[in-house]
């Protein structure tokens, strides 16, 4: 249906495989590395068109600085997504929701709802939990046996089941559901499967959220609908619990699979995961984040006016993409030598991988507490833990908002 409208509205999808390959370079990678393209853009465009099938006209950014100052200012832009679909008219059960593609004033009420169930004290209940969905997924890899896959065993199994748990969700569509979820942010076949991907999931989440009104189950979406009741209805909850369960499983997942890789690169690093101290372990997590980025770009800004940004003239309507790729391996704000994975790194500045401003990522401090118990607990239990091939035969995600890898075999 989503694909009927957007066909409709004058976005033909089947144009998205044909998209110039100058405009895939923000998705793609060279290993970990974003491609040469993005440090040359930095240094000598601030706002680079983007050539694109469509009639609308897209900007990407590359600088830490460009995109710290886009993602600030809440009062020039617009993340609504409708813009692309249908102008103004008012959202339906078809549309995408979630924070992330909502403006204040709906925005800030939302996200006002949700942000009681990410405060530390609400977090530090989910970290047994999530000590132990890791030790059961380490025993299913151990049981499986060397040369098995890391991914499917502990990777994606991690934050799917943490998210299911946070937000209340019964396990029964788990298979079909996390299906959904990697269809979603690959555009590799076109971006057929991912709307299609996108408007299924939606539907589970619709039903499920129905079913929680009749009775409300012990996790968030349970716990919003006895504080806010019909205050909220349930396209809104629906979109919020889509939100997070999309913005939380591949980006974690893909930084516990990448960051694995990284950290067989070298035995010292290997070494500090397993016998760091809580702060050795908080800052080989924080270097991950930013090395490896795995959000690539940030939701799509829409100009509100026409204006001057950057150098570059800018019209109402045209979208604005910053590359946090790109920004959290500028010099500027990483320091020296941007492209190494460095855990003693000083940086100028903090990193953009969570975002910054209004949309930062609600689920941060969640995903760090998933990824400072998974990683030691992974290093701990595999001493011998290694690659069963070398990093450039592996399959990574192309052209993915979210970059990842979906098959990691090890050994140990
Ligand atoms: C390492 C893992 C993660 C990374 C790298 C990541 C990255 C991001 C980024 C870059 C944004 C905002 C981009 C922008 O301003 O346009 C964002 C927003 C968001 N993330 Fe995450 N995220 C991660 C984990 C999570 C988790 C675990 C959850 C929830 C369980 C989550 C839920 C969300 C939501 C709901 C938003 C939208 C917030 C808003 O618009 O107000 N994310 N994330």
């Not at 009775?215 to 997070?244: C, K, T, W, Y």
């Not at 829409?302 to 946090?324: N, T, Y």
Request: proline share 6%.
């Amino acid at each position: 249906m989503l694909v009927k409208r957007i066909q409709k509205n004058g976005i033909d999808l089947s144009a998205l495989a044909f998209i110039p390959e100058q405009t895939k370079i923000p998705l793609q990678r060279n290993g970990m590395d974003a491609l040469p393209e993005i440090a040359q853009w930095r240094a000598t465009e601030p706002m680079h068109k983007l050539e694109l099938p469509f009639t609308f006209t897209a900007f990407l950014v590359t600088g830490h600085d460009e995109a710290r100052t886009i993602l600030t200012d809440r009062d020039s832009y617009s993340n609504d997504i409708r813009h692309l679909f249908h102008g103004d008219g008012p959202a339906t059960a078809e549309d995408i929701g979630g924070l992330g593609f909502t403006d204040p004033p709906l925005h800030t009420r939302l996200r006002k709802i949700v942000t009681p169930e990410f405060t530390m004290r609400r977090l530090a209940r989910l970290e047994p939990m999530i000590t132990e969905f890791v030790e059961t997924q380490l025993d299913a890899l151990e049981a499986e046996g060397s040369g098995s896959d890391l991914c499917k065993a502990v990777a994606f199994p991690i934050p799917f089941q943490t998210i299911c748990a946070l937000l209340g969700l019964d396990y029964a569509d788990r298979d079909a559901f996390a299906k959904l979820g990697s269809d979603r942010f690959d555009a590799t076949n076109g971006g057929a499967a991912a709307f299609g991907a996108v408007s299924d999931q939606r539907k589970f989440l619709f039903e499920a959220v129905a079913r929680q009104r009749e009775v409300p189950g012990p996790g968030m979406l349970g716990q919003i609908i006895r504080d806010e009741g019909d205050a909220i209805s349930d396209f809104d909850l629906a979109g919020l619990a889509d939100g997070i369960f999309t913005g939380g499983y591949e980006t974690t997942a893909g930084m516990i699979a990448l960051g694995t890789i990284v950290l067989l690169q070298d035995p010292a690093y290997a070494d500090l995961i397993r016998n760091g101290t809580p702060e050795d372990v908080d800052r080989v997590v924080e270097e991950l984040l930013r090395y490896l980025s795995v959000v690539q770009v940030a939701f799509p800004r829409f100009a509100k006016q026409d204006m001057l940004l950057f150098g570059q003239q800018v019209k109402a309507g045209d979208v604005i993409l910053a590359s946090l790729n790109g920004a959290n391996r500028d010099p500027e704000a990483a320091g020296e030598r941007p492209d190494e994975f460095d855990p003693l790194r000083v940086p100028k500045s903090g990193h953009l991988a969570f975002g910054h401003g209004i949309h930062r990522c609600i689920g941060a401090e969640l995903a760090r507490m998933e990824l400072r118990i998974a990683l030691p607990l992974l290093f701990r239990r595999f001493p011998d833990l290694a690659l069963v091939k070398p990093p450039e035969d592996l399959t990574f995600r192309q052209l993915s908002f979210v970059f990842g890898v979906d098959e990691l075999p090890v050994s140990f």
